[in-house]
């Protein structure tokens, strides 16, 4: 095992910092047809022969739709502060348009008033991937409509929870619903054509900018913004072939989407390169995408060595490599919050998930996932080393709260902080949310002593 670093007392957080844990509605909820839900995407797509790697689907889940409350109980007894959470669209307004279904809404409205109750701030997602899969008989992101579906879907969302959450984030990774779920195809809807996934991406991003307009227009308290999955991506060598390669992977997953968040443009080194692959873009698209924001999320779990003749090579610094494949390269999360405030005009930021799946055993009611605690505690380092040097970051959240459906993956990557028996349905924290609770109190603790210390107590 290696030997922790996180000394926080040395991590300066600021006293407003918060701190949480992140789940997903079609990675937890299970319930898929119950009280009028409709089908999404993923849905359809776990039907699909050979799309999950243990076959499994969201039908069941962690059934937190029936355990909801215990699983609030659970996360306030962790002492977080924020608990981010995303809304099935099709268990809310199933079809994705015409009449929205009342169990639904109560669902989430349970849980915003639970979580309030308990004293943790709800963050609300709208799109965490699982679209109505009618919308999908109809085209999808890749069709111009979905947008104004989407529209309607936050507008309503909003106007019945707007007042008691602390934010509304309008899409998770639109990067991965695009190239994911568009160009290779590993991802629900499965479409392999560059092009959709290129009108996908533009069609959430437009989707997004006209969703923060309408619910301000109709003065939505809660904080707006967006969660993008971001990661440094290197060259593996100097060669001028590697830099060109790493540069157009930086365009295709960073700058392609903060570009017109933050600058109202598209990278113009990505268009040259998907010449009639590039998306149609109407004229004051790129004004509606580059609406005010008032946070930006960024997921982090991994740094990209690209070459130019193998792509997505896994590298090891040193830290080791998750059951997922992927690198631990804690510094790479300082590099990308440095670079992103660098170069954009960035509203205050939040690491909205960070964590890792590692090869758990339950062993007399205790999970020893150390290389869990020790990616955690090293990300936080990260974080608070971004903040040292100037960052504006207000959180960092886990992923994830339980262990889930981790998409393509089925059952076999284990990311929770709390490890589930699929058969029982029992939860039992592992010891990294022992750690992370503890080192909240700790936090909680040093605030409160440099309050006092200010106020000349
Ligand atoms: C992110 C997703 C999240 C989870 C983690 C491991 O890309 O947002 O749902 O699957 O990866």
């Not at 301000?216 to 830099?243: H, M, Y």
Request: hydrophobic fraction near 40%; charged fraction near 25%.
């Amino acid at each position: 095992m290696t030997t922790l670093k996180s000394a926080d007392s040395v991590n300066m957080f600021p006293p407003d910092f918060v701190w949480g844990v992140a789940t997903s509605s079609f990675q937890i909820e299970g319930a898929a047809v119950k009280d009028g839900k409709g089908a999404s995407i993923w849905d359809e797509f776990c039907r699909v022969h050979g799309a999950i790697a243990d076959a499994s689907n969201g039908d069941i889940a962690c059934d937190h739709y029936h355990r909801w409350a215990e699983d609030l109980d659970l996360i306030a007894g962790l002492g977080v502060g924020a608990y981010r959470f995303s809304v099935s669209w099709p268990r809310v307004r199933p079809g994705g348009a015409g009449a929205w279904n009342e169990k639904g809404l109560a669902f989430y409205e349970g849980i915003v008033d639970g979580l309030l109750e308990r004293g943790v701030k709800p963050y609300l997602t709208l799109n965490h991937w699982d679209l109505p899969a009618e919308l999908q008989a109809d085209g999808g992101w890749a069709h111009r409509d979905t947008v104004h579906r989407f529209v309607e879907y936050a507008c309503g969302m909003a106007a019945r929870l707007g007042d008691r959450v602390a934010s509304i984030t309008t899409h998770n990774e639109p990067w991965v619903m695009a190239m994911l779920g568009h160009e290779t195809g590993t991802f629900a809807p499965g479409i392999k054509n560059r092009k959709s996934a290129m009108q996908a991406s533009h069609h959430l991003l437009l989707s997004h900018g006209l969703a923060l307009q309408a619910m301000r227009a109709q003065a939505c308290a809660a904080r707006l913004g967006v969660v993008l999955n971001v990661a440094p991506i290197q060259p593996a060598t100097e060669s001028a072939a590697d830099q060109a390669k790493a540069q157009l992977e930086d365009g295709r997953l960073v700058r392609w989407y903060m570009d017109p968040l933050f600058k109202a443009a598209y990278p113009p080194d990505v268009l040259d390169f998907l010449g009639a692959d590039a998306p149609d873009v109407q004229a004051g698209d790129l004004q509606a995408i580059a609406t005010r924001m008032d946070f930006l999320g960024i997921n982090y779990y991994s740094r990209s060595v690209v070459s130019a003749a193998e792509e997505w090579d896994v590298h090891d610094s040193g830290y080791g490599i998750t059951d997922m494949g992927w690198e631990i390269y804690p510094r790479g999360l300082t590099d990308v919050l440095l670079r992103l405030q660098r170069d954009y005009a960035v509203p205050p930021l939040y690491v909205t998930e960070n964590g890792g799946a590692f090869k758990d055993a339950l062993a007399d009611g205790r999970v020893n996932d150390s290389e869990r605690t020790d990616y955690i505690a090293r990300h936080i380092d990260a974080v608070s080393e971004a903040i040292r040097q100037g960052v504006r970051m207000k959180g960092y959240m886990v992923w994830s709260l339980l262990d889930n459906f981790e998409w393509a993956s089925g059952y076999e990557k284990r990311f929770g902080i709390v490890h589930v028996d699929y058969e029982t349905q029992r939860r039992t924290l592992k010891d990294s949310a022992l750690w992370y609770r503890d080192f909240m109190r700790r936090q909680k603790a040093l605030t409160t002593q440099r309050e006092l210390l200010g106020s000349g107590a």
